[in-house]
């Protein structure tokens, strides 16, 4: 549910102390959706825990900026806590190891990260090292995701799980990952799939490990439930099930087929979702047992949920469960249908990529200006002649300075607003008193805004007055780059300063990009009352920097990004936590994003050539006159420079 949110200073909380941490808290959230992993510091700034099993270390992101920009990184910059990422792979898998041995359940849990999540280099490797104790191995949905799979998931304990729909090539790479000694498990989606890969294993005499995925009749609940259902895009039918056991017992393949799969949707908000398709599941998994096919791996799918917005509810964005709860009930569910049904407990495998990936990597951006609704200074005084309009309009906003009625003067403004604009149409009012008349309803808005803070009930056109007002802050960044989910599934991302959080905020504001598209900008925020168009920041001051974070990007967001208005990918530091350095971190790696020669030749520019274009131009110029020499050059080296630079702006002050 969207809110509109109250001028900043206007609630009890602030109006009775002073600003404090704890009220910092209370606006921003950070406690309930940093999952322990961030924190607001005595300091007024953002503090990091990157790992759960050390709280000592403790990260002032303010030192993290203040090294990048020492390191003469240019902003705006992805920062990955690699240590965040290897803290989540090992609490999921510790869970599962912890609630397995506290069930009595008989076997274990062999988990896999789904690449898709985030497909880059240095997330997959810090994930398949810091799951290699637990045998925790790799996910691949196309060609290109088991490439990079058969090459990574080198731990022959770990399981490699090939989902996605399939040809003959993927068939065989996969079949070259069993003569690799993997666990690599190709996935049905389709009965045609199965002929295919018996027909290639056959050629090709090797053994496949086989798992048919269900189409399952639970569905989820979220952005993603259309992945279960009758109408689930992948899966076989129960009749589907049977049939292919049956066909590959007839091929002399029965013992081949190891595995059930199932899926119902990403980012499961309800744990009810995950009670039923458990349920649904284990009973498949027994009757398929009972049948003769004595599978030995259960294969849940993804789901397990992020709290976003910090509501711990059923909300798109957030989840009404812990992951302690997920694991238990996916424990307990599976033994609970085992144990009635007298068959042996399978190994448990999940593709939990959100939980692993989202909380590790955030993206910085400076806030580098601000766009006011009411910003023009205009001289309103009475001229000779003027329009009765404008008077009206003047009249009006010098009454504010009794006793008034809020309702009857915004209606008031407002129609003076509308009629004078209807008036300039036809050229009875001139530019100069249209512009009088608009700097005066603003100074009138301004005034009325105030006046809310006594109110006990707000009307619904007055509610609008908060988010009229509101600033719009310049963030140096593409939100279609960056975290593109905000755009196209309105998804919420926790968004707030990274220092300041000691002073109380004073500005209602929107975020705006640089990109030249009305879309880009970010106007759904977490905050104390819920989902907000508008979130309070600081001040911005003339002599300094404002940095603001985006987080839980680390899922989908880096690899999803387009180059709308040709930004590329940001530059990325990837940071790693060190008790024996003074500020508990050190930068491990800086990557270059793209710079505009990288973007250009993707769209199939050639920077050569335009710098070559460019330079016959100048050349012509020079050899008229028009431009000397020595500046003709210094244009040139300008050019080629801009073309080798980063795609974003340099904003310092």
């Not at 590329?568 to 971190?585: A, C, K, S, T």
Request: hydrophobic fraction near 35%; include cysteine; charge should be negative.
């Amino acid at each position: 549910m969207r809110v509109f949110l109250r001028q900043p200073g206007a609630n009890n909380m602030t109006d009775k102390h002073d600003w404090t941490i704890d009220d910092a808290e209370r606006l921003y959230g950070v406690k309930r959706w940093g999952g322990g992993y961030f924190e607001i510091g005595e300091n007024g700034n953002l503090h990091i825990t990157p790992d759960h099993s050390n709280p000592a270390m403790r990260i002032d992101f303010k030192a993290v900026i203040d090294e990048i920009k020492e390191e003469g990184i240019q902003f705006p910059v992805v920062i990955r806590f690699h240590d965040i990422l290897r803290s989540q792979v090992a609490e999921l898998n510790q869970t599962f190891r912890n609630t397995i041995a506290e069930a009595g359940y008989d076997s274990p849990y062999m988990g896999v990260y789904p690449v898709k999540v985030n497909q880059m280099r240095e997330v997959v490797e810090e994930i398949v090292e810091a799951g290699a104790p637990f045998n925790y191995g790799l996910e691949a949905g196309s060609k290109a995701e088991l490439l990079t799979v058969l090459a990574y998931n080198t731990n022959e304990g770990a399981l490699t799980i090939l989902n996605g729909y399939k040809d003959e090539e993927v068939m065989q790479l996969a079949l070259l990952g069993r003569k690799m000694g993997r666990k690599v498990i190709v996935v049905v989606e389709k009965y045609s799939e199965l002929l295919l890969l018996v027909k290639n294993a056959k050629q090709l005499g090797i053994e496949p490990m086989i798992g048919l995925r269900s189409k399952m009749t639970v569905k989820g609940r979220g952005k993603w439930e259309s992945s279960g259902g009758d109408r689930a895009k992948f899966g076989l039918t129960i009749a589907e099930i049977i049939n292919a056991a049956r066909y590959l017992k007839e091929q002399g393949m029965g013992h081949c087929l190891k595995l059930l799969h199932f899926h119902i949707g990403s980012q499961l908000t309800d744990i009810r979702s995950v009670k039923d398709a458990i349920g649904e599941g284990a009973r498949i998994y027994a009757e398929m047992h009972h049948m003769g096919f004595p599978l030995e791996y259960v294969d849940v799918g993804g789901g397990l949920g992020i709290d976003y917005d910090g509501s711990k509810s059923t909300n798109e964005s957030s989840r009404n469960y812990s992951m302690a709860e997920y694991v238990a009930d996916v424990v307990y569910g599976m033994k609970e249908v085992c144990d009635l049904e007298n068959v042996p407990h399978p190994t448990l495998v999940s593709e939990s990529g959100r939980a692993i990936t989202a909380h590790h990597s955030c993206v910085v951006t400076q806030i580098f200006g601000e766009i006011k609704a009411n910003s023009s200074e205009f001289a309103t005084e009475a001229a000779e002649e003027e329009h009765i309009l404008v008077s009206n309009m003047r009249s009006l906003a010098d009454s504010l300075q009794g006793e008034y009625d809020l309702q009857e003067t915004f209606n008031d403004a407002a129609q003076y607003k509308e009629q004078t604009l209807a008036a300039f149409k036809l050229s009875v009012v001139t530019l100069e008193e249209l512009a009088k008349v608009e700097t005066l309803y603003w100074e009138i808005m301004t005034e009325l805004q105030k006046g809310l803070r006594n109110l006990e009930f707000i009307p619904e056109e007055l509610q609008e007055l908060d988010y009229s007002l509101s600033s719009q802050y310049l963030c140096n960044f593409s939100v279609f780059q960056s975290c593109a989910d905000t755009w196209a599934i309105d998804q919420v991302l926790p968004v707030i300063p990274l220092t300041r959080m000691n002073e109380e905020p004073t500005v209602n504001c929107s975020l705006v990009d640089i990109t030249c598209d009305s879309d880009g900008k970010i106007d759904q925020f977490v905050c104390e009352h819920g989902i907000t168009d508008v979130i309070p920041m600081h001040k911005l001051k003339k002599d300094e920097e404002y940095y603001m974070g985006l987080f839980l990007t680390g899922a989908y967001q880096d690899v999803m990004g387009d180059m709308h208005n040709l930004f590329g990918r940001l530059n990325e530091v990837h940071i790693y936590g060190h008790d024996d350095d003074p500020q508990d971190f050190y930068i491990e790696e800086f990557v270059p994003g793209s710079s505009v020669e990288n973007v250009l030749s993707i769209m199939q520019y050639h920077p050569s050539a335009l710098a070559q274009s460019v330079k016959k131009s100048i050349d012509k110029h020079i050899a008229a006159g028009d431009i000397k020499p020595r500046e003709g050059v210094k244009w040139i080296d300008f050019y080629e420079k801009c073309l080798q630079g980063y795609t974003y702006l340099k904003t310092s002050l």
